[in-house]
């Protein structure tokens, strides 16, 4: 890389060219656009996900990466745990949610179209740990 700061060049990725070959979580699809891998990234990871109508994904987290989430269709909605209890925060186009570093979580499409966010993530790859619950190994009953 040259030491002239200024004067690098800018990354496109488009649209039609996102990769697949990223961190993935059963009932979902993430497509990676800016990465490490593709563009040269050092601190920033973004890209889609999708998820097909009635579908929940896995749980899982990210690690040690924020991530943000822009609702672009659909109605999907995010699930995390809160003590004993799941809560869900109901989207819609054009809705933003944060997820903090290490959050188990899990995406859910209750509506009748595909659900697509576009993910921004504060590390150049896609971090992602499935889980087998959004509890911790001593699970409440719920």
Same mark, same amino acid.
């Given at each position: 890389?040259? @030491? @002239?700061?200024?004067?690098r060049?800018?990354?496109?990725?488009?649209?039609g +060219?996102?990769?697949? @070959?990223?961190?993935? #979580? &059963?009932?979902? &699809?993430?497509w990676?656009?800016?990465?490490?891998? &593709?563009?040269? $990234?050092?601190?920033?990871?973004?890209?889609? #996900?999708?998820?097909?109508?009635?579908?929940k994904?896995?749980?899982?987290?990210?690690?040690?990466? !924020? &991530?943000?989430? =822009?609702?672009?269709?659909? /109605?999907? +909605?995010?699930?995390? $745990? !809160?003590?004993?209890?799941?809560v869900?925060?109901?989207?819609?186009p054009?809705d933003y949610?944060?997820?903090?570093? =290490?959050?188990?979580?899990?995406?859910? %499409?209750?509506?009748? !179209?595909?659900?697509?966010?576009?993910?921004?993530?504060s590390?150049?790859?896609?971090?992602?740990? %499935?889980?087998?619950?959004?509890?911790?190994? /001593?699970q409440? @009953?719920r």
């Amino acid at each position: 890389m040259s @030491d @002239d700061l200024w004067h690098r060049p800018l990354k496109q990725i488009r649209g039609g +060219a996102l990769g697949g @070959d990223t961190g993935q #979580t &059963t009932g979902m &699809t993430r497509w990676e656009a800016i990465s490490g891998k &593709t563009a040269d $990234a050092e601190k920033l990871w973004m890209g889609q #996900t999708h998820v097909a109508p009635g579908v929940k994904s896995g749980d899982h987290h990210h690690g040690e990466a !924020e &991530t943000a989430i =822009y609702v672009v269709s659909g /109605t999907p +909605a995010f699930v995390f $745990a !809160e003590g004993d209890k799941e809560v869900r925060l109901e989207t819609q186009p054009g809705d933003y949610i944060f997820v903090p570093p =290490y959050v188990p979580h899990r995406e859910e %499409n209750p509506g009748a !179209e595909e659900a697509v966010v576009v993910i921004a993530r504060s590390s150049q790859e896609a971090i992602v740990v %499935n889980l087998e619950s959004l509890w911790p190994d /001593t699970q409440p @009953d719920r």
